[in-house]
Structure formats: structure tokens, C-alpha cells
């Protein structure tokens, strides 16, 4: 029998990584929790071990055969010396065409022998900044009802992580990945609508606008222009797809119905 692998997972108690601890768990991985401070809602059987990404001196992988890396914040002026202390094997949470990830990519291209980066389409769990709106009343007031995208469940981010941490291949690989189909966001509201009992309608606001509810919610200002701009381009460019989902993980991702219906309490 083959040694058990240790996992170090950072952001562990958010939607992506507490989707993947189960997963590790499942296959018999010992799984590091990387915490700020100790919480409740890990798993028994998850490590916990107290450490800040902000402060690189705390963090050790002494042991760890993989780690999985979120970026905490738009700051990436210590992501060298903290990838540098992260050992052989990363596999990084990333995205397509943003700065500040991009630049925490070349740190770990510069620093980790083995590494993965992982450019989900947009994340369907991104809609639940609706959430306010949505328990207020039955309108939800945002900028470009007619954009498409290919929004993927954090179940299915997690799945691809997990095969990337775990199976041999995957090293030196920069995987875009979505959802199963593409649909506006005016859909997107039908749908939460549909997975809560409760019709929903979509009213256009202007990106004026929506820039201010974005700074107010502490988004980085040209953050903030570009995913609108980003926005923007996908009511006639729509966000693409692909099968690399179920390529890397032999499982078809999950569509954004289902999403909703998994995430119905929330918008309750």
C-alpha cells in the first residue's frame, strides 16, 4: 500500500476549498487546513494549522506533498517569498486576463518545480452577490442582462484540483475550464428564481452604477472597470465552453440549474 499523501489547503473554509477537503478526505488524503485562526466548521479529521499568507515566515510545508494556493488578496507584493516556502507541488487558483494573478503565477513559475494553474470560467457562486437584492424583493438590478457565461459550480473546481493535486500529469499545465452551457444573466436570475419557489426578473442598471456597488463592496477600483469591461464584451462575444471538465475528471460539470438548486438556502 502506498504512503498516504498530505495536502496543504489554503482557504479551505471558502466555496472552492471547502468543496475540495472532502474531496482529499474521500481518497484517503491527510489534509492540512491552512487558518488564520482555529474554526468549527473543518472536518474533524482535518489538520488545522495556524498560519497567515500575509505573513510568510509563519507558513510551513514541511511534510506536504501538495499544496492548494488562493491568493487572499489583490496584494501580491510577498507572493515570491510565500510560494517559495510552499515545497515542490502547487496548484494555484487562478484566472484568465488578471493582473494580480498573473504575477502571482510568474512567482511560482520562478520558485515551484511542479505546478498546476487552475483558470476557471466564472464562478457560478459570483451570482450570490445577488443576495441582497434577491432577499430584499423579486427584482435584481445589474448591468448587461443579455451576457452569457459559462459559469462552473466550485464542486467541479474543486474535482479538477483535486486530480491535479493528487495524479501525476498535470505539472506545467494551465487549464481554462467551464461550465457545461452558456446563458445570460438575466437566465441566471430566472433560474435562482426557478430553485427558490419565487419568480425573479432581471432590470438592466448602468456600469456607472454598478462600479459604485462594486467599490462599496471593497473591489479593487481597476478590478472593478475591468470585470465590468469583461462584462460588457460578453453580450456579443459570449463566454466560450468546453469539455475539459469532464476530461480531467471523467465527470461532466454540473450546470447552473443545478448550482442554484444546490445553493437555494442561501438566497432564502
Keep these: 500500500m502506498s504512503e498516504r499523501k498530505t495536502v496543504l489547503v489554503t482557504g479551505a473554509t471558502g466555496n472552492v476549498g471547502g468543496a475540495l477537503v472532502p474531496l482529499l478526505l474521500a481518497e484517503g488524503v491527510r489534509v492540512r487546513a491552512l487558518v488564520r485562526k482555529p474554526v468549527t ?10 498560519s497567515d499568507l500575509t505573513d510568510p515566515a509563519s507558513i510551513d510545508a514541511t511534510g506536504v506533498d501538495a499544496v492548494f494556493l488562493v491568493w487572499p488578496n489583490f496584494d501580491t507584493t510577498l507572493a515570491p517569498d510565500v510560494v517559495s516556502r510552499l515545497g515542490r507541488r502547487v496548484v494555484y487558483l487562478s484566472a484568465e486576463g488578471v493582473p494580480f494573478h498573473a504575477e502571482v503565477e510568474r512567482a511560482i513559475e520562478r520558485a ?30 445589474w448591468p448587461f442582462a443579455e451576457a452569457r457565461r459559462s459559469l462552473i459550480h466550485e464542486h467541479d473546481i474543486a474535482a479538477v484540483a483535486a486530480r491535479a493535486l493528487l495524479d501525476d500529469g498535470h505539472a506545467g499545465q494551465k487549464y481554462y475550464f467551464t461550465g457545461p452551457e452558456s446563458i445570460t444573466q438575466a437566465e441566471q436570475v430566472r433560474q435562482i428564481g426557478e430553485a427558490i419557489g419565487r419568480p425573479l426578473r432581471f432590470e438592466e442598471l448602468s456600469v456607472d452604477a454598478a462600479r459604485e456597488k462594486l467599490l462599496a463592496r471593497g473591489w479593487d477600483p481597476a478590478f472593478a472597470t475591468g470585470a465590468l469591461e469583461a462584462w460588457g464584451a460578453m453580450v456579443t462575444d ?30 432564502k
Aim: proline share 9%; glycine share 4%; charged share 25%.
Design 41 to 50: 466548521s473543518l472536518p474533524d479529521d482535518v489538520e488545522q494549522v495556524v
Design 238 to 267: 459570449p463566454e466560450p465552453v468546453n469539455q475539459e471538465v469532464e476530461r480531467i475528471t471523467g465527470k461532466a460539470p454540473r450546470t447552473f440549474r443545478q448550482w442554484a438548486i444546490d445553493r437555494a438556502d442561501a438566497f
Design 112 to 141: 515551484v518545480p511542479e505546478w498546476t494553474f487552475l483558470r476557471p470560467a466564472g464562478f457560478a457562486t459570483n451570482t450570490l452577490t445577488w443576495l441582497d437584492q434577491i432577499q430584499a424583493g423579486d427584482v435584481v438590478r
